[in-house]
């Protein structure tokens, strides 16, 4: 079946433009989580959401960031004024929830702030 | 509070040689752990996973890992490594929630 997909694979955007980053989950699963993932690192969250509620926004690095995943399905995170410091690989994940803990990841966005 | 430690940033392996990278975790009740790896501009793949049954837990590609209790540790194995093998690799723990704690991750060279 279809994995969990992204859109756009890359963004290059100016400082101070706001950019919305897509997710598509795999089908049915009700868990999805956004990561940002620095150059050499591991990821980190952002946050996370059960169907429609985001039940934690915790990773959210400043209030230019915003996620929406209004019908339980697909998600898009905005960030909004972008800075160079935004310049990362946004991961998408989902997991089928209910006692199973597994993520499954999409292939990232890689966002460029120039 | 959980935390992952992956000793190594990099590790370098012959082809054909056993390839070890070590994760140990620290969790306050039984953990779930996970290996996953990331080829270039690719998001994460699992590996394998423990939940509590099998101690050894075998995965894709021909890897394997150990739970060990009392190392609090998960390290990954693998009998000979391969060229496609090359990758970085993150090891990540749960504590039974939603939350996936990550180490920084280990980046398997593979020589010729």
């Known amino acids: 079946g279809a994995g969990v997909s992204q859109s756009p694979r890359y963004k290059v955007a100016k400082r101070g433009q706001d950019v919305a980053l897509r997710c598509d989950p795999i089908?049915?699963?009700?868990?999805l989580f956004w990561y940002q993932q620095a150059l050499g690192q591991g990821p980190e969250f952002l946050t996370y959401f059960q169907n429609e509620a985001q039940l934690d926004k915790s990773g959210l690095p400043s209030d230019r960031f915003f996620a929406e995943r209004p019908e339980g399905s697909v998600s898009t995170l905005k960030i909004q004024r972008t800075q160079q410091e935004d310049s990362a690989v946004y991961l998408c994940?989902?997991?089928?929830?209910?006692?199973?803990?597994?993520?499954?990841f999409g292939p990232g966005t890689r966002l460029t702030v120039t | 509070a959980q935390s992952v430690t992956q000793l190594g940033s990099h590790v370098s392996v012959s082809e054909g040689a056993l390839v070890l990278l070590r994760c140990n975790y620290s969790s306050s009740v039984p953990p779930y752990l996970f290996w996953y790896v990331q080829y270039p501009n690719q998001g994460l793949q699992l590996l394998l996973k423990y939940t509590s049954a099998a101690t050894l837990v075998k995965g894709i590609n021909g890897f394997e890992a150990e739970f060990k209790k009392s190392e609090t540790s998960f390290h990954l194995t693998k009998p000979s490594a391969h060229m496609s093998d090359a990758a970085e690799y993150f090891c990540a723990v749960s504590e039974g929630n939603y939350q996936l704690i990550w180490g920084a991750g280990t980046k398997l060279i593979i020589k010729p």
């Open positions: 089908s049915g699963h009700v868990s």
């Open positions: 994940a989902s997991s089928l929830g209910m006692g199973s803990y597994e993520q499954y």
